[in-house]
């Protein structure tokens, strides 16, 4: 499998303060990300993870390490033509229809104004922005900012997309949608790297991940490999049991009247309180077992540190 | 071209930017006003509103210059607009070099304006067309563009605020270098001399354009003046943009 | 040059074009201000204001306007390379009067320059007359007209009227009296003269002046007499075709009633040949 992105030993300090201090935000980021997965880079606030993407993309200069896109220099023509990028709450410019907007960054690739307008229809009706089609920036809500600037990144049909928080601030509804098109973009062949803090949605499309905190890469890898499928408790629902007489079995989460919502940890105690239920002639409401999610899994790490 | 895009975009943007318009009607007034100014004086009363109209020109088209130059580039980095471009496979130097003939179209335009306004009220008085007065605007529009080489320059690096007085600062400075020719002549020579002799050589010297007196007083036009203003114009605007895509280049965009 | 755009233009490029367009600006602009370019001296002359549509111009800061277009004013009188520049002379000052009446200096250093640079003395006169008739108080304006009709035009006449209207002045120096006495003496008003020279006598204090006052009375009186000598001397020869041999004889024939004498009481001296009398004294050297 071809990398599509390789960063090595990414080190990068900025200065801070009026008294000029150096603060180091990146180091020694290393990752790699194979051609036709979608990578979720993943880390708290300040981590690091926009300065990693800007890296990549030559808005800022690292002081160490090097980056490759598709085995070429990062900052080289070629690996930006095979590049697109969305950035963090985007703006863009506000005086301009979402098509003009779609034909300015046609205009720095293809030469044909035919060639232009094909692809920026083609990339409207992708985002679903066909009724907004003239309609000025400034009037576009979060969520069309973010799905026009989808389609911009798109404009020069990239092979590796970088996303940077697409799914912040959306709605349910919206975050399906884009999830649905990085999906869809996957099925194309592109390699789609997305940062986010959603970790639910990270854990729903995303191959492989990588966790930063505090500048470095604290984990990364597939993420099956990374999460255990090990059922860590277990919560039951149940009613007409005293809680007593459940007092030992697991921690006793809430009591809304009857109904009583159990934590329960060790799987023998689970029989126990089946054998229980049925005994007092109770009723079970819900049994769900809950597994090791992302989200443990991250503030796990997080907090380690 | 890619430099043709950037500079379209540019003055899609600045043409719809209303401060311009705020200015351009200052200019108008202003004009307008030099035909009562013409009233009140002694002297002929054509030459007044010659004289304050070109120097309206000048003075309101340093101002949309100098407001556009250091805004524009410092709201492209503001706003982030400038993320999805500088990420597009262009050199941060054709960035430049599109906003800075985006900008000199657009005060191409306002220029033109101006002038009509301006050439309007000149020939309800005299009912000729003087084409000095048009080779007079056409210095007054190299002029503007050596002025928006320099707030671009000054915007790669600086506030809008700050720019825009840097900028205003060289306008003033570019126009009263009689100063320093005088004050240079009355030091002793010496390194203090030579010093200021090579600051006088850097500052923009703008009285190359300003034919005004000629103008105004129908004094026969310096010829050579028309081919070296022209170049000097060029090589400025070329330094400063230089300098611009240098600071440019290496900039992290936080 | 796609090898260029790979890497991206290097720094070397860059210094490169900075140094050759830094060089040629730098050539252009030495030849170009080789370029002789004319100067008009005076064409600021053309944003002087015309006094019809000023008082609806000023808003309110005509005094300021007032002050800028004085020390444009001095600025411009003092390039002697402007020619004719005395064209608008009184135009503009009074245009500086009329924006700040009150702003004292303009009057007199447009008379200075009106008399001086100009060379025309009424010009002078007449700022100095209107600065008198704006600001009533201020003595120096007819003082000094006093001063240049004396001194200058060598009118008298008008100089008497010009040190009447400054001693009239509260305020003003005594000096303006003794000049207005004086030059009532050289017009041979010598009845004004001798009133005042008395006033000045009888009310000063200062032991010097008296001695000027009176010295100036013995040589009003002596005027006075001599004229009347004179005359009388006239009417003899006219009788008798021959100067009388002494002054008294006058009295004896009856043309003079008595003999006149000086302010001390000296006989006037005679010249019968000549038929001329003279005070005995040099009035200074009392």
């Not at chain 1, 104004?113 to 990339?123: G, H, I, S, Y």
Request: aromatic share 12%.
């Amino acid at each position: 499998m071809a990398v599509a992105l390789k960063i090595e030993n990414l080190h990068k300090s900025f200065k801070v303060g009026f008294i000029p201090k150096k603060k180091k935000i990146l180091k020694g980021i290393s990752l790699e990300v194979e051609e036709g997965e979608i990578f979720g880079y993943l880390g708290p606030n300040g981590a690091g993870k926009t300065t990693t993407l800007k890296c990549v993309l030559g808005l800022i200069f690292p002081e160490k390490g090097s980056i490759e896109i598709f085995g070429k220099p990062h900052l080289s023509l070629q690996a930006k033509e095979k590049t697109g990028f969305l950035p963090e709450n985007p703006y863009f410019y506000e005086y301009l229809t979402a098509l003009e907007f779609l034909n300015f960054y046609g205009d720095l690739f293809f030469k044909r104004k035919k060639e232009r307008k094909a692809k920026a229809d083609e990339l409207i009706q992708l985002v679903g922005l066909e009724q907004w089609a003239d309609l000025q920036l400034r009037k576009f809500s979060r969520g069309m900012l973010q799905r026009i600037g989808l389609a911009q990144a798109l404009i020069n049909d990239p092979s590796l997309v970088l996303l940077d928080e697409p799914l912040g601030g959306l709605d349910p509804l919206g975050r399906k949608e884009i999830r649905d098109i990085i999906v869809k973009l996957k099925k194309e062949g592109k390699t789609v790297f997305l940062s986010s803090h959603i970790l639910q949605d990270i854990e729903m499309i995303c191959d492989r991940v990588a966790i930063i905190h505090n500048g470095q890469i604290i984990n990364q890898g597939s993420l099956q490999n990374l999460v255990s499928e090990k059922i860590l408790s277990t919560e039951i629902t149940l009613s007409g049991v005293d809680t007593k007489e459940l007092k030992g079995l697991g921690e006793c989460f809430s009591i809304h009247g009857e109904k009583i919502l159990l934590k329960v940890f060790e799987d023998n105690k689970i029989e126990k309180i089946l054998a229980l239920v049925q005994e007092k002639k109770g009723k079970i409401h819900s049994f769900i077992p809950r597994t090791e999610t992302l989200e443990d899994l991250f503030v796990g790490m997080v907090k380690k540190r | 071209m890619k430099i043709r895009a950037i500079a379209s975009n540019t003055f899609k943007e600045a043409i719809r930017d209303r401060i311009l318009y705020l200015l351009l009607f200052f200019a108008a007034v202003t004009i307008i006003s030099s035909r009562i100014l013409a009233l009140l004086t002694v002297g002929d009363r054509v030459k007044i509103i010659k004289d304050v109209g070109l120097a309206s020109l000048s003075l309101f088209g340093a101002l949309m210059a100098i407001v556009m130059g250091t805004s524009l580039v410092h709201k492209e980095i503001d706003k982030k607009t400038i993320y999805t471009l500088l990420s597009k496979p262009i050199h941060r130097s054709q960035f430049i070099l599109g906003k800075f003939f985006g900008l000199i179209l657009t005060l191409f335009m306002m220029l033109l304006f101006m002038s009509l306004i301006f050439l309007a009220l000149v020939f309800s008085y005299t009912f000729t067309i003087d084409w000095n007065l048009l080779l007079a605007i056409f210095l007054i529009f190299l002029e503007l563009s050596l002025i928006t080489s320099v707030a671009i320059l000054f915007s790669c690096f600086s506030t809008p605020i700050l720019s825009s007085i840097f900028s205003l600062s060289f306008y003033l400075i570019g126009h009263l270098s009689w100063g320093l020719e005088t004050l240079i002549q009355k030091i002793n020579p010496g390194p203090v001399k030579v010093l200021i002799q090579i600051i006088h050589l850097l500052l923009p010297d703008l009285e190359n354009f300003n034919i005004k007196t000629e103008v105004v007083h129908n004094l026969p036009l310096p010829s050579h003046l028309f081919i070296f203003a022209p170049v000097y114009g060029f090589f400025f605007t070329l330094f400063c943009l230089t300098i611009a895509s240098f600071i440019f280049r290496k900039r992290d965009f936080i | 040059m796609s090898l260029l755009k790979e890497k991206g233009f290097s720094p070397l490029f860059f210094i490169l074009i900075l140094l050759l367009s830094c060089g040629a600006f730098i050539t252009t602009e030495l030849k170009i201000e080789r370029i002789s370019r004319k100067k008009i001296p005076g064409s600021s002359i053309i944003y002087i204001p015309s006094g019809k549509y000023l008082k609806y111009a000023t808003f309110g800061y005509s005094s300021l306007l007032a002050d800028l277009i004085y020390i444009w004013a001095i600025q411009y009188y003092s390039d002697t390379s402007i020619e004719e520049r005395f064209k608008y002379l009184d135009h503009i000052f009074s245009i500086i009067s009329e924006l700040d009446p009150h702003y004292l200096d303009p009057y007199e250093v447009g008379a200075v320059i009106a008399l001086y640079e100009a060379k025309n003395p009424d010009l002078s006169l007449q700022i100095l007359d209107s600065g008198l008739a704006k600001n009533p108080q201020q003595w120096i304006f007819p003082f000094e007209a006093g001063h240049y009709a004396q001194l200058v035009i060598k009118d008298y006449k008008l100089a008497q009227h010009h040190y009447r209207r400054a001693m009239e002045i509260d305020g003003s120096p005594p000096i303006a009296k003794r000049l207005y006495a004086n030059a009532a003496f050289k017009v041979m008003d010598f009845q004004t003269s001798w009133r005042t020279w008395l006033e000045i006598l009888q009310t000063t204090k200062d032991e010097r002046i008296k001695k000027i006052a009176s010295n100036h009375l013995y040589q009003v009186k002596a005027a006075i007499d001599i004229d009347i000598i004179t005359n009388a001397i006239q009417k003899f020869r006219e009788r008798y075709q021959r100067n009388p041999i002494e002054l008294s004889h006058l009295v004896r024939a009856g043309f003079l009633e008595s003999l006149p004498k000086d302010l001390d009481g000296q006989e006037y001296l005679y010249d019968p040949s000549k038929g001329e009398a003279k005070p005995p004294t040099i009035p200074w050297k009392r």
